[in-house]
């Protein structure tokens, strides 16, 4: 850790200084006020009192003070031109060891390590804090081998001292720091905190195996302070041993150890889901140490503040009392506070992570890359391109254009927002692309139905495909029934790619085989794989099965995917469609009750639409809007003006105990028909001059729907856009971009 390896020149030689003048007082005046100066900050003004003194004045002392602000403050220029103006005005000074130690660690510290090796090497003698200085300076820049050869020279000339150690430490990796480690034992310096505590950091940073080894040199120290403590736990959180960590703390509090915002932060950043602690529990934990950033005040530390935001949203928490936190944080608020609650809002509530965004541009604080990112992942779950559009001007704007990962991100989420032609845009403007920019590209097409696309795209990639570039095709054979291509592009991945199938290529193939009714094909493709096939493949065969009416396979499959997924509806409603579909109105009763017995419930159907800058959203049954009535007086209407040009409702799935009538009013009221119905309402505030309606829903769309959908683009002369929970429909003239295949 930094502040285990910092050497205070100043301490260690402060010492053995010329002796200051004792006829006057004035120098000792003025040493005293550019401490006071440069101590606060205000190393110019510092400075210009030094410049603006009698020459004698200008003794050693007041040179080490200046050039050690330099190096606290990083002041590179400041340093150099002090350095100039000794050399000028006291050319005796640089053959002082002392001074000489002090201006190779500010040229050290500040990064001109050239410099600081030259003044090191034209050195007529050196000690101990010459050679360590020097050392630090290129730990700092993580230039281990230059570490190592300086604490080479330096056995052969002194003794060094506990920061040299802690300085090479701090630079290692495991297989170096083992031999560093043995040298401290052999030099009986291990017993130093300072040494234990970089061990302890350097086995904290190393992979899983370093664990023994921090441990042991943590219990074998004989006295451990607060960093000691803290290193530890910084090695559990890296590790991902949440509990560990937990445990520690625990201990460390249970002992009467005090703790600081280091503690707090490795402590709070265990708590992820990736860590050895069920989420629930960790939940409870975070809310604890919450409380104790509260009770102890470290809750205004905006670094702990930024990670309880980010374990809460990571954990799953209530996205409300993410917001309270954050809002009670406003005299502190930073970019990465900001940045964290985006995050937190991203897939939860892409329309608040949005507004979040703008009020921080409001606020005239500028996004980092982070922010972008994401942003443009929460634009991906919006209705219309319009926020993405706006996201990326201020890309362009920061200077972020040219960023590869920016750019994947915005082709992915205009694809997500129903724009195809935004996202081949960015992709053709891209100076260089990525494996991940083909593959963006790829899947956005396969989202939108266009496979021959795909497949040109795929025959120009400059660069190796990877497993996620073949589930991309293979999803886009799907969506377009193109099963020869499909077949050939699976035997391809090993034959020519050398890429063995896994779970997401078998899926996407039984769904290419089942879809276009070779439903045998796909179960004996099922059997002869080489793992275990999971719920997605078999909710791919279940959903082949209700196309075709495969009662007996469906059986299996709905079975098999009760057993891997038994909180999924999918397996109890695909099976009381087939049978309504047959007409086994009493199986299908049955289902129904199986499933109301399991307490499984059905994911209700929602659909959301954008009218101005405001996103609408329905339910079955138009329960939830205010205008409801309004809707559905305008909904009847389109029905009837529909069924003029051809509409019949498709009520073969409904409950057979129903009078067709209340059937047909079930359908009617569906979730994207009232948003449909809305969107007419509301024609002259819709996005793209109200010629293209886009509607987006959480749940695929349903039979009657679709066709509702066609013969309304035609009767509206409108494009409609609907973005189900599978891929994009685009409906025009009567017809859809999926050519009824979905």
């Not at 935001?309 to 009670?328: C, E, P, T």
């Not at 009020?359 to 319009?386: H, I, M, N």
């Not at 409108?718 to 009824?740: G, L, Q, W």
Request: net charge negative; glycine share 6%; with cysteine.
């Amino acid at each position: 850790m930094a502040r285990q390896c910092y050497i205070s020149i100043r301490r260690l030689s402060s010492y053995n200084l010329l002796p200051l003048p004792s006829t006057t007082q004035e120098p000792a005046d003025l040493l005293t006020k550019l401490r006071f100066l440069s101590s606060r900050g205000h190393l110019q003004e510092a400075l210009s009192l030094f410049y603006s003194a009698p020459s004698q004045f200008h003794y050693q002392q007041t040179y080490a003070t200046l050039f050690h602000a330099c190096a606290q403050q990083r002041q590179l220029n400041h340093g150099v031109k002090l350095h100039h103006f000794m050399l000028a005005h006291h050319p005796s000074c640089p053959h002082d060891i002392i001074l000489t130690n002090h201006v190779i660690n500010m040229f050290a510290k500040c990064g001109h390590l050239n410099f600081a090796n030259q003044l090191f090497d034209e050195m007529l003698g050196r000690n101990v804090v010459s050679w360590t200085v020097l050392i630090s300076g290129y730990a700092q820049c993580g230039m281990v081998e230059e570490c190592f050869r300086l604490l080479s020279g330096m056995l052969g000339e002194c003794r060094p001292n506990e920061y040299a150690f802690a300085s090479v430490l701090s630079s290692c990796g495991y297989g170096q720091g083992k031999q560093v480690h043995a040298l401290a034992l052999k030099m009986a310096m291990d017993a130093s905190v300072y040494v234990a505590n970089a061990l302890i950091t350097m086995y904290g940073k190393s992979h899983e195996g370093g664990k023994v080894e921090a441990l042991t040199v943590f219990e074998s120290m004989q006295f451990q302070n607060l960093v000691s403590w803290n290193s530890m736990m910084a090695g559990f959180q890296l590790w991902k041993l949440g509990l560990d960590a937990v445990r520690l703390f625990t201990k460390m509090h249970r002992d009467g150890v005090g703790f600081d915002r280091a503690t707090l932060l490795s402590v709070i950043s265990s708590l992820c889901p990736r860590n050895s602690i069920a989420v629930e529990s960790s939940l409870k934990l975070c809310l604890q140490m919450h409380c104790l950033a509260l009770k102890s005040g470290f809750i205004s530390e905006i670094e702990v503040a930024t990670a309880l935001v980010k374990a809460y949203s990571d954990l799953g928490g209530d996205v409300s009392d993410i917001y309270q936190l954050f809002l009670g944080l406003s005299s502190c608020q930073d970019i990465v506070l900001w940045t964290g609650m985006i995050t937190a809002f991203a897939e939860r509530d892409p329309v608040e992570a949005f507004f979040l965004f703008c009020q921080l541009l409001r606020e005239d604080l500028d996004p980092d890359w982070y922010t972008f990112s994401s942003v443009l992942k929460a634009c991906s779950g919006l209705v219309t391109e319009w926020c993405t559009l706006a996201v990326h001007s201020q890309v362009i704007k920061t200077g972020f254009d040219d960023d590869t990962v920016l750019n994947n991100a915005l082709i992915h989420a205009y694809a997500r927002c129903g724009s195809i032609a935004l996202s081949k845009q960015v992709f053709d403007e891209m100076a260089f692309h990525d494996l991940v920019s083909w593959n963006s590209m790829l899947k956005a097409y396969g989202l939108h139905g266009l496979a021959g696309e795909a497949l040109q795209l795929f025959l120009q990639m400059d660069v190796k495909p990877d497993p996620a570039t073949f589930v991309a095709l293979l999803s886009a054979c799907s969506h377009s029934g193109l099963v020869e291509e499909g077949i050939k592009i699976f035997d391809s991945m090993s034959e020519n790619h050398g890429i063995v199938p896994q779970l997401d290529h078998y899926a996407c193939m039984v769904d290419i085989l089942g879809r276009t009714g070779r439903i045998i094909e796909a179960k004996e493709l099922i059997n002869t794989m080489p793992m275990q096939p999971d719920s997605v493949i078999w909710s791919a065969l279940l959903g082949s099965c209700r196309k075709y009416g495969e009662t007996q396979l469906a059986k299996l499959a709905s079975a098999k995917l009760k057993e891997l997924d038994p909180e999924n509806s999918l397996g109890y409603v695909q099976m009381s469609n087939i049978y309504c579909s047959g007409g086994s109105f009493g199986e299908a009763g049955l289902i129904r009750k199986e499933m109301e017995g399991s307490r499984v419930r059905k994911e209700p159907g929602l659909s959301w639409i954008e009218i101005g800058n405001k996103v609408h959203e329905f339910a079955s049954g138009g329960r939830w809007h205010p205008q409801r009535e309004a809707i559905f007086t305008r909904l009847k209407a389109l029905v009837e003006q529909l069924r003029e040009i051809g509409y019949v409702p498709d009520t073969t799935l409904a409950l057979h105990d129903v009078e067709e009538e209340h059937k047909e009013e079930q359908l009617f009221h569906h979730s994207e028909k009232l948003a449909l119905a809305f969107a007419i309402m509301n024609e002259g505030s819709l996005h793209c001059g109200g010629h293209v309606i886009r509607i987006m829903k959480n749940v695929r769309i349903c039979v009657d729907c679709h066709n509702f959908m066609r013969l309304a683009s035609h009767l509206l002369k409108k494009e409609i856009i609907v973005r189900d929970s599978n891929r994009f429909h685009h409906f025009k003239n009567r017809e859809c971009s999926c050519r009824d295949y979905w």
